[in-house]
């Protein structure tokens, strides 16, 4: 059985300078609660993997706003000058990777692989410095595998071994993301019994699940 | 009828029924209200779902929203799914249709649509995979900006992907892309072939028969 942590508790086990992976996409499918955290008890240096940084004032947006981060490894920044602007600066190194590669990167770190094989990005930018790998007259790029020291994922409901349903697309990159880092920290909405969520529709399995915090935020 | 409506009604002629289709952010979300209901296009959004449609007025979910973070409604039979999933339907053969926006094409039909370099690196999202990997591209975009052609003889911005776009559709033109250049297939409403090729910069190939957009 795994109660559920304070999100002061949780948070105050990750050190500054750690990797961490935050699922959402544009917020939507973000731990805030834990996100807030990060910021309350002043995180710095850390270097974060996620799909964007959101907006101004809001998820991610937020540990950017307070200068916590010092990498990110995102597809997207087009929502946050905040985040253009300190890049620019040279305050925040930002490595831009296409969207479905992130993806792929990240599920290869959880699923043991040593990288994926794509044809997302030849001959790109996105393609710079990295090896073109020819499989059957086909051109791919060799994309490396991520990992994390932790991963702060959001569900909308955990039982009590930590098994996880995920709600519309508010999962996007979470269950891939529990997948990839040495300690998983989930934020749900609700809290049920062990059984309550039918097997077929746990989308993580609760082996994968190191603590879990009850969300202060709304939906 | 303004310049994104004649866009919007162009393409959604070219959406074939019973498809799976990407639409990107901005103009090319608008395809969808042109689109016969009956046609059952399923309509995707990258970041988790298939069967977006209707837009829920008064029952916005903070769970349910696109690419572009605004919510959105599906309909019955949607299925919602993670991001590897998502990018998978993209670059595995089972897209049939994306459509881009565009900042610009160029002759060979190579589409830039994610940064302007110096001025904004918004990032590419999900473009490059989907230039990349459905089975076609359709480019909508005004057919200048601030006066400039976006038509190219070769693109000043970095190239999305090495893929030749199917169908670059603006108010002004209805161009296809062929090995041999750009072909000018349709012209917009009320505009000349005069007034389109003073508007572009790539060379473009005329047919004889150059009809209006039906719209």
């Not at chain 1, 304070?6 to 917020?27: H, K, Q, R, Y």
């Not at chain 1, 010092?70 to 831009?96: D, W, Y």
């Not at chain 2, 409604?73 to 926006?101: E, K, N, Q």
């Not at chain 2, 090995?179 to 572009?200: I, M, N, R, Y």
Request: hydrophobic share 45%; with cysteine.
């Amino acid at each position: 059985m795994k109660h559920p942590l304070s999100v002061t508790e949780a948070i105050a086990l990750i050190p500054d300078g750690s990797t961490i992976m935050i699922g959402g996409f544009m917020g939507v499918g973000s731990p805030l609660s834990l996100i807030k955290e990060l910021v309350r008890q002043g995180k710095k240096s850390l270097c974060v993997i996620a799909n964007d940084t959101a907006q101004e004032g809001a998820a991610i947006g937020l540990l950017i706003d307070a200068h916590s981060v010092k990498k990110v490894i995102v597809s997207h920044i087009g929502t946050n000058p905040e985040t253009q602007r300190q890049m620019i600066a040279k305050e925040l190194e930002v490595e831009l990777s296409p969207q479905g590669t992130l993806a792929e990167r990240v599920r290869a770190g959880g699923y043991g692989l040593g990288g994926i094989l794509t044809p997302t990005g030849v001959n790109t930018l996105a393609g710079e410095g990295k090896q073109l790998v020819e499989v059957d007259g086909e051109k791919f790029l060799l994309e490396r595998p991520l990992k994390a020291d932790f991963a702060l994922i959001k569900a909308q409901q955990s039982d009590y071994y930590g098994n996880l349903k995920y709600r519309l697309t508010a999962q996007n990159f979470n269950p891939l993301m529990a997948m990839a880092a040495k300690h998983v920290i989930v934020e749900v909405e609700e809290m049920l019994p062990v059984g309550c969520i039918p097997p077929d529709d746990v989308h993580t399995p609760g082996v994968l699940v190191d603590m879990i915090v009850k969300s202060e935020a709304k939906a | 009828m303004n310049a994104k409506e004649i866009i919007a009604r162009r393409i959604a002629q070219e959406v074939a029924p019973g498809s799976l289709v990407n639409l990107g952010i901005g103009l090319p979300t608008m395809v969808a209200q042109y689109v016969d209901k009956d046609n059952y296009v399923f309509f995707q959004s990258e970041n988790g779902v298939i069967g977006v449609g209707g837009f829920p007025e008064g029952m916005e979910n903070p769970s349910l929203t696109d690419a572009g973070g605004s919510f959105i409604g599906v309909l019955p039979g949607a299925a919602a799914f993670d991001s590897a999933f998502s990018f998978g339907l993209i670059r595995g053969g089972h897209l049939d249709m994306t459509i881009l926006g565009g900042l610009q094409v160029d002759e060979q039909g190579h589409l830039a649509n994610w940064i302007i370099p110096g001025k904004m690196v918004p990032g590419m999202g999900g473009a490059m995979d989907l230039v990349a990997g459905a089975k076609r591209v359709i480019v909508a975009m005004t057919h200048t900006a601030k006066g400039n052609a976006k038509l190219v003889k070769s693109l000043a911005f970095p190239i999305t992907a090495e893929r030749r776009v199917d169908l670059i559709v603006t108010e002004k033109a209805v161009i296809e892309p062929t090995e041999e250049g750009l072909l000018l297939k349709e012209l917009g409403p009320g505009c000349t072939l005069d007034e389109v090729l003073s508007l572009t910069d790539a060379t473009l190939i005329i047919p004889d028969d150059l009809p209006y957009m039906q719209i």
